[in-house]
């Protein structure tokens, strides 16, 4: 997830992974006839340790190098990967877990059970401060690792190795969707050099997956080969893949049109209307995932979950005329957001109570404008801000929104970038962003779980998650534990739906539209296609 924004994240947040969201990064990716793959790729956030990723600079890549218990094919079914075999007790408390035997690691070593229930609980650890913690809030043990004063290398108490190719996994609640979770990044293997050296791994990672890590150029490039030894279910079809860092996507789409680059699952503003009929390039736009949003700091003026604060945020969400942006900024390549998941998501609504908050209806926006403004008023010297990264190819987006507030309420509004997207992530991180800021998600598995839980649940909110706002409710927290003990998958829907009108009365960020899985590819790049989380097949990629 992203969850990324991983994510997200285009933490959408890039979810894993943050979203997740148009990528980033400059630099001439330089053409050749061999069978290395050259994709636009930006600058991590943080080195490459898989719990420690929410955004897709970095998930993208980890995608590559990491094997999980299970994994996705490009349309996000399940198989198993380094698991033999997942079978969960009577009442989804308890799983047991038993591994392929002779799967292993680029540095040679076997991937064992101890290799994930210590990687896991490195993940949990609070003492650690890995982005990706909340992933293990269902397991047993997780709070104790929450505590203070823990040295980091504290075990989650859920978790039983058996012998070297079993181990069992106990949560505090019934889970239906942990299954599913474990083909999330962030609850990948770890090697035992990992323990050893964290950071010094985080640049140089050891993985389990169809490609092995080559080298790191930061804001250069990430490269990666193909692993002779990988023996799952979605092997290499090329010889490596290069993600190839760019500060702006225009001049990364003149590179794919040259053949210079490979692909790219993003198209720049500036060729959303003639991406599709450019004979230069290969194109895909069809209906995806990536879900795109602004959030609101959890420490911004006039915007608390207080009475003004929701009568503020609904407004300035009614203030955005959405088809209007998308019709003449993105040439109908996006479509408006009528709930908080996803079109191609189990679950997903256009007719949750409360989603009227986005449609657009200045009339409304107006009147609740001054209703907050009986409580608190706005100054006229005030502005509502929304940060972006400015490589994510955002501002034509950002300013016309700004402006569609601006027009609607009156008041000052402002859309302000960030140089990069890891400058952007960072003041996120650490909260020291006060404005509204970009955000978006891009799913790590194919649930509302991935969703829900990863943007709004307290669980992952102070850092522990992709909660960047800081949103807490505890009757949407319970909610969402509700839907994940369901034995029907229709009653979880129906526990989502219900959590989905409590985030349509809150408004922690507000959903602007599902970008469409666009992208480009050079003209002699074979099997081009975008997966469920609307990054490029890279496995199934070759050159002619």
């Known amino acids: 997830m992203n969850a990324r924004w991983k994510t997200l994240t285009v933490m959408v947040a890039c979810g894993a992974l943050v979203l997740p969201l148009a990528a980033c990064g400059s630099s001439s990716a330089g053409g050749s006839d061999d069978n290395i793959v050259r994709v636009y790729g930006c600058e991590p956030q943080n080195p490459l340790i898989p719990t420690d990723t929410n955004e897709v600079c970095g998930g993208d890549p980890e995608t590559l190098l990491f094997s999980e218990l299970i994994g996705f094919d490009a349309k996000g079914n399940p198989k198993n990967e380094v ?4 079978e969960a007790n009577g009442d989804n408390t308890e799983y047991t877990i038993k591994l392929k ?4 690691f680029t540095d040679g070593t076997e991937v064992k059970a101890e290799n994930f229930t210590r990687a896991w609980s490195y993940g949990a650890n609070a003492k650690n401060a890995q982005l990706g913690a909340s992933f293990f809030a269902p397991i047993q043990g997780f709070e104790d690792l929450q505590k203070d004063g823990l040295k980091g ?7 039983t190795v058996v012998d070297d190719y079993t181990f069992t996994v106990k949560l505090n609640a019934p889970s239906s969707v942990f299954k599913t979770m474990l ?5 990948a293997p770890l090697p035992d050099s990992f323990f050893d050296d964290p950071k010094a791994f985080g640049e140089n990672p050891v993985g389990n997956g169809a490609y092995k890590f080559d080298s790191w150029d930061h804001n250069q490039s990430i490269k990666l080969s193909k692993n002779p030894d990988y023996k799952g279910s979605f092997p290499a079809k090329n010889d490596g893949v290069w993600f190839m860092v760019y500060t702006d996507p225009q001049p990364a789409y003149a590179d794919v049109e ?6 790219m699952a993003t198209v720049p503003t500036s060729a959303l209307s003639t991406f599709e009929s450019d004979d230069q390039v290969q194109a895909v736009n069809e209906p995806g995932n990536v879900s795109q949003s602004f959030t609101f700091a959890a420490n911004q003026k006039h915007f608390s979950l207080d009475d003004e604060g929701r009568l503020r945020r609904a407004a300035v969400s009614m203030a955005i005329d959405r088809e209007q942006i998308i019709d003449k900024v993105s040439n109908g390549t996006n479509t408006p957001a009528v709930d908080f998941t996803a079109p191609l998501i189990p679950g997903y609504s256009e007719s949750v109570p409360g989603n009227e908050v986005l449609q657009y209806n200045p009339d409304k926006a107006k009147e609740l404008w001054e209703q907050a403004n009986q409580i608190a008023p706005w100054g006229d010297d005030e502005s509502f801000d929304i940060a972006y990264n400015a490589d994510g190819g955002g501002k034509d987006m950002y300013d016309a929104i700004c402006n569609s507030i601006h027009n609607t309420l009156g008041i000052k509004s402002q859309a302000t970038p960030y140089p990069t997207f890891s400058e952007m992530r960072d003041d996120i991180t650490d909260r020291k962003i006060t404005t509204a800021f970009r955000s978006g998600w891009q799913p790590d598995y194919p649930s509302a779980y991935s969703y829900l839980y990863s943007l709004y649940d307290s669980e992952s909110a102070d850092g522990k998650g992709s909660n960047d706002g800081d949103y807490k409710n505890p009757e949407f927290d319970a909610l969402i534990d509700k839907a994940n003990t369901e034995s029907s998958d229709d009653a979880a829907k129906q526990d989502y739906q219900q959590a989905q009108e409590i985030l349509f009365k809150d408004v922690p960020a507000v959903p602007l539209w599902y970008a469409n899985n666009k992208g480009v590819a050079a003209k002699n790049v074979k099997g081009f296609t975008l997966t469920w989380q609307g990054i490029e097949d890279y496995r199934n990629m070759t050159k002619e």
Do not use: M, T, V
């Open 258 to 263: 040259a053949g210079n680059l490979d692909s």
């Open 183 to 187: 083909g999330y990044s962030g609850y």
């Open 101 to 104: 035997k002779g799967w292993k």
């Open 83 to 86: 698991a033999d075999s997942i």
């Open 153 to 159: 290398d504290e075990q989650l108490s859920g978790l």
